[in-house]
């Protein structure tokens, strides 16, 4: 029995190690090649964490086809393959096959199956504040004039940095959304700043604190921000959802209004909203839509009674503050990108060249709210980007130019054409001051003109002079509060912060900094400047 009982339990030790063995040896086998993951697969399992199951970001950036529209796609491929350098995106090219890399590639630039929704209840969900920001000091915590702060934004690296304005110094540097766009937009006093992020996010900061006050998420792809000139509201405009949305100065939702025509029938992107300040509202362009409209915030406005164009409800009572109300001005076509002249009676705005033509610029005015006049500048003018001045007593709008090397000058009179000076390519962005003679303006839509900003003399109305950085891009100018010097961007990763005088146009300083990408002079901003963007 005994002998019995040692072979049983030899021959159960055995069978053990026969099972190691061979679970050993299944181990060093190559494995079987299993069924390719399908893209959707792909997606879930290597970047639903960051991204979101619907694809609207979380801690990455959205990966919608709005989203996307920028990169294009060889570089999304080498994202996901080298993964992005100073973010959270890590390489996937040791863990995919190139097979794998191009599936999910397509996949992101595909709409979803369902339109991703952002309600209200998604913006009020989103918002965040800090609840001791209404105790922090009401003056600033640092040592430099409030006035003459520029706040840079820094792209490479999705940073901020706040420069003192008279010693040229880094005063407080941190991290911002991914993807700024626009301009930020200051509280009247220079207090408060806020950013729009492209992905949708609203960020108000003290300037004076250095701290964060609120976030929140107004939509899932939005062009820019604005703030009424009595620091009280917040407008986003957005591409998705289709609409604006309304704030108070805490960034708590007001309310959001659908892009649509009057009979709900059309719906439209919104291109961008600006405040107008002397009229007490904002100016709303719609992307698809032939309207333009008007959102008074003056607690005083008349109200919009029957027969005129308004926007609530039959047998909804009539709102009582200003700012409910959408004054809409019917077009022939949509407009873009806007200017207001000095009275802000007046949008000349620019449309996208469509096929077979159409006029491109057109002025229209608000108060009788519709066009009175052709503008005569073809191409593709960036007038957002468009500076005010006299000359001989006249005020005219010089505008860069998004296809062509050349600045239109347009008198806000006559509406007629009065020159175009010619540059080396076309460009963005174009600055002045009102204590300087000259206009700066970039080309950097030029592959070969890129590093060239050029410098025009308002009242010849000529190229009188050109900085340079050979290969590199340069763009986007600011001058400081007094209009003695001009900051520049040297575009590039391992880019800088460039001082030059703003008359001999020799480089004073530069500062490194991360592609930065706008600048903007506290003073200039909150004052309107003529020489700068509003
Ligand atoms: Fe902008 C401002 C539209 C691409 C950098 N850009 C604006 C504004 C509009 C606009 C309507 C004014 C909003 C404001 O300041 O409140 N931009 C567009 C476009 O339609 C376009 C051509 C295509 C797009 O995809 O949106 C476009 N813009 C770009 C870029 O590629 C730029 C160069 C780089 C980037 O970061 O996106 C760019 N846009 C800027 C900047 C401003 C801006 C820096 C603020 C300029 C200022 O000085 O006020």
Known sequence: ERIKSLCKLLLAAGLVMVGLDYARAAEDAPRPPSAPLSAAALYQQHCVSCHGAERTGGMGPALLPESLERLRKPEALAVIRNGRAATQMPAFGAQLSEAEIQALQAFV?????V??????????????????????????????????????????????????GDRFEVLHRFASRYALHGGPKFTPDG????????????????????????????????????????????????YLPRNAVLFDADLKLVRSYAAQSRDGAQSSRVSAVYDATPRKSFVVALKDLPELWEISYDPKAEPIHEGYVHDYKMGESLPTPGYQHIRRTLLAEPLDDFFFDDSYAHVLGSARPREGGGSLGQVVNLDVRKKIAELPIPGLPHLGSGISFTRDGRRLLASPNLKDGRISVVDLKSWQLVQEIVTPGPGFFMRSHAQSPYAWTDSMMSPTAKDTLSIIDKQRLEVVAQVREPGKTLAHVEFTKDGRYVLASLWEMDGALIVYDARTFKELKRLPMSKP??????????????????
Do not use: C
Request: glycine fraction near 6%; hydrophobic fraction near 40%.
């Open 109 to 113: 630039y595909a709409p979803p199956p």
């Open 115 to 164: 339109l991703p929704r952002w309600t209200d209840a998604d913006i009020e969900a989103s918002r965040s504040i800090d609840p001791d920001s209404a105790r922090w000091p009401a003056k600033p915590q640092w040592k430099a004039d409030p006035m003459n702060l520029f706040v840079v934004v820094e792209g490479g690296d999705h940073h901020v940095s706040l420069v003192d």
């Open 517 to 534: 990408v706008g600048k903007y002079n506290v003073w200039n901003k909150i004052s309107r400047e003529e020489g700068t963007s509003h």
């Open 191 to 238: 207090r408060y700043v806020f950013f729009g992020s492209r992905d949708g996010w609203i960020s108000k900061y003290d300037l004076w604190n250095l701290k964060m006050v609120a976030e929140v998420r107004a939509g899932l792809n939005m062009r820019n921000v604005a703030v009424s000139a009595d620091g009280r509201w917040v407008m986003a405009a957005n």
